[in-house]
């Protein structure tokens, strides 16, 4: 006979005292499967309740699997089929999946692991190393203690609505401080013409989303921003590989590649201002043949303007989207390359239409981004913190770039040519008759104490040429001299 | 002859002082397109400066499209196609676009917009209506204070690293902190095994991308929750529709779908606990034959789980994922439904083979979260602030969800019936016998000033039946009980 004890001044009900029990039981192994329980009726008068209580308690066991019904008539202890344990067996195996798990998607997501065009985000760079590579906002020169105030602000001005959803299409404030600074760049666009996204990355992802399937076609320049090879990768997106000139993509090229019928490309990708790797801003003339180029054939532009702010000598050359009368044109820009990377805040500005369909597929793929840094980031840009912030990191830049030019026509040996950006944080070095393999002359830069950006990275295919690239974004001016030097040290003997 | 005054004791370099100046004259008309420059000697000549001035000025006007070489020995102003503009033409029309926007996508992008399925994020409800359409946690209850204190102290004592970018698996510590807690629903993870994402929907879309491609199938349960249905068509993947019984979903069905050769269903998905829209949850003899079904075709079994800590009455049925020795489910997790959606962060828990590949497809999209929102909840968890929060929102859950049932008990006329859930936001009710269509049946109850979910958002085809569900996630308990009134009042007309 069951043998259960019930306490009436517990505040725990009766009916699950008794299923506390029952399970404690049959985890002790009191009760094994198979064993009958007695009747409802038997137990509630055995334990001095009534029959109801225990019929709960049976059914709440049935549903935790503890008991099964046999025959309707009385219930038996059930063989559960794993118990659940809280902790890992260790002599348990990975590969024990009955599923493989690297093997169940499809190659293009395969080969996302691999490929070598993924930047790092965090490169594990030791001190003592000058790493020309990593680009992103040096976090040294951040103004935290504003954007804390931004935040905090938010926090108590907005309240609660700072932490629920927002839209879709992104924080209405910040979608008009954006457009307001697009038309400072002479882009005349309304806040429904904003769509704001998760960094340039997300735009760039909606964007193929909206105008590519599998097996599509797109033009980009080669090189190009390496994470767009693995964004292509995943969309499995074929890349026309246009070469850069020195004055920016090849147009004669473009214009054949467009004349052709057959798999004509779904978007034409360029980074007109301070190209990422090489630096190069195309001038007007170069921008409204690309334009008009792309207008003949009706095939969208879009345009990256991650670095669009970081002009420092010359004169601005406007966006393409400024003389985008026709709206063709796609825009993307981003705070993460000048300020806060990890709040993750970039935008679309494209017509109405396109804005609507991207948000479309924004809201269906993860609802909308979050609300608060959003918010921050819109008080961060009306409060004028992020004017002040651009002045001072655009000294602070202009001079890392006049060091790295300075450097690179100081140490270079001959054989080495070069960019030389009017903004932004890069340059690109061109080897032209180089015996060894890229690898093999990093690795020999790596040797002297610098880290560059292996230049096969940004290409989809090998490139005929050994290049890399020199990033200033996270390297103090006077290392910057320094790392010159080295790596000047290193390419002279790799070309002995 | 050219007129230019240089203002020699200017910040402004001169070449620039030059540059600007012409841009003026074209840009007043005085210079027109075709105007003949004065040879850059002779204008250094009359205006002061040395030669290589004006050459650098005429250099950057060539680059900004305002002049243009004629065979080398002259400059003259060039046409610049679309001088850009930074108001917008109030009389241009949008439609001026040379590409079609709206149709420039394939029709399961164009079909997202209009998908009944998509659940309003922010409803227009006026404040006298009893909205039961809203589902997400409620804003009133959340402890807005507790976690400013916690982005507060995470900006202090992480400082910059919270606002640079994290991994894109996500901020170590908060994986930790949430392996922890599967644990404590009795799944043994690992942080390896935690891939923190953007919300539930970036998760379901993440096992989409990693798992399916355009022409798949899945399979969900009919009814599921209506934004997988907006998801699925973006994937442009088809959903075989499982019926949802009283006890979870068809097995018998899915048995004969798993056994048929073609076109084999790529992933299974349910929702086992307080399922979106009717509150079922599953028993474990359920779980363990889909499990044990699942894992004799090796199948992948996507559970979700966002509503997991929503238990209010009788013991928790652990999650399917707890039993899942084999390695084949894949938990969906999330924050949202629970408190501060705007922060965006939900989870996967999955083998840590299939955690790598998902997070290299979210690296290539997205790159990473935002740092902040992961940082501050990781110590809103390990505070012990979430712990409190969700006692303190379980008595009031559970007191709303008792006055929704008990509400329906005393308020429904005949022929209605209703699930009885025992955790979560959601009962789902259905109507046999009705005469009206759902949109109408849905404005009768709207009259009464009652706001309730429509039943066929949660179905990718026509229900054969009229439901609509009810969501206690927003609603004060003594304006449940009085919605419960009104809408009894409405649906005994509508079935009169």
């Not at 299409?169 to 910040?174: D, H, S, T």
């Not at 954006?178 to 340039?200: F, K, P, Q, W, Y």
């Not at 921003?225 to 070469?243: F, N, S, W």
């Not at 054949?256 to 630096?279: C, I, S, Y």
Request: proline share 5%; hydrophobic share 40%.
């Amino acid at each position: 006979m069951l043998l259960l004890k019930i306490d009436g001044a517990s505040n725990v009900p009766a009916y699950r005292q008794i299923c506390d029990r029952i399970v404690a039981l049959v985890d002790e192994g009191a009760l094994r499967p198979g064993d009958r329980l007695p009747p409802t009726r038997a137990l509630g008068a055995s334990i001095g309740l009534h029959r109801s209580t225990v019929v709960r308690a049976y059914d709440e066991l049935r549903a935790l699997g503890y008991l099964e019904s046999r025959g309707g008539s009385y219930s038996t202890v059930r063989r559960r089929q794993r118990p659940p344990s809280t902790r890992r067996d260790p002599t348990a195996r990975k590969d024990d999946s009955l599923i493989d798990w690297s093997a169940v998607t499809r190659p293009s997501i395969r080969a996302l692991h691999t490929h070598t065009a993924m930047e790092p985000i965090k490169s594990a760079t030791p001190g003592d190393v000058i790493d020309l590579d990593r680009l992103s906002a040096d976090p040294t020169l951040a103004p935290d203690d504003d954007l804390r105030r931004c935040i905090k602000s938010v926090l108590v001005r907005i309240g609660g609505a700072a932490l629920d959803y927002t839209d879709a299409a992104g924080w209405r404030p910040l979608r008009e401080v954006i457009a307001a600074r697009m038309c400072n760049h002479g882009v005349a666009v309304s806040s429904d013409e904003i769509l704001i996204t998760g960094g340039a990355q997300q735009a760039l992802d909606l964007v193929l989303r909206y105008l590519t399937r599998a097996g599509d076609r797109v033009v980009v320049e080669a090189p190009t921003y390496g994470m767009d090879h693995a964004l292509l990768k995943l969309h499995e997106v074929d890349p026309i590989e246009l070469p850069l000139l020195d004055d920016g993509m090849d147009l004669d090229r473009l214009q054949r590649v467009l004349q052709r019928g057959r798999r004509r490309p779904k978007f034409v990708f360029t980074m007109p201002n301070f190209h990422n790797p090489t630096g190069i801003t195309t001038d007007q003339q170069h921008r409204e043949r690309l334009m008009a180029l792309c207008e003949k054939h009706r095939v969208p532009l879009v345009e990256d303007g991650v670095e669009e702010e970081m002009k420092y000598f010359g004169q601005a050359v406007l966006p393409i989207k400024s003389m985008d009368s026709k709206g063709i044109v796609l825009y993307v820009g981003t705070f993460s390359k000048v300020v806060f990377p990890g709040q993750r805040i970039g935008w679309i500005a494209a017509p109405s239409e396109a804005i609507v369909r991207m948000t479309d597929i924004k809201h269906a793929s993860c609802i909308a981004g979050n609300t608060l840094a959003q918010a921050a980031a819109a008080l961060f840009c009306n409060s004028g913190e992020f004017e002040s912030y651009l002045r001072r990191i655009h000294r602070v830049y202009r001079r890392r770039m006049q060091a790295l030019l300075q450097g690179l026509e100081r140490h270079m040996p001959d054989g080495v040519t070069w960019t030389r950006p009017s903004g932004g944080y890069t340059a690109w070095v061109t080897l032209k008759d180089i015996e060894m393999t890229e690898s093999e002359l990093l690795e020999r830069i790596m040797r002297e104490g610098v880290k560059v950006g292996p230049g096969n990275r940004y290409f989809a295919g090998r490139p005929a040429t050994t290049h890399f690239r020199l990033s200033i974004a996270c390297v103090a001016e006077e290392r910057i001299e320094i790392g010159c030097r080295l790596l000047g040290r290193a390419l002279a003997r790799a070309l002995e």
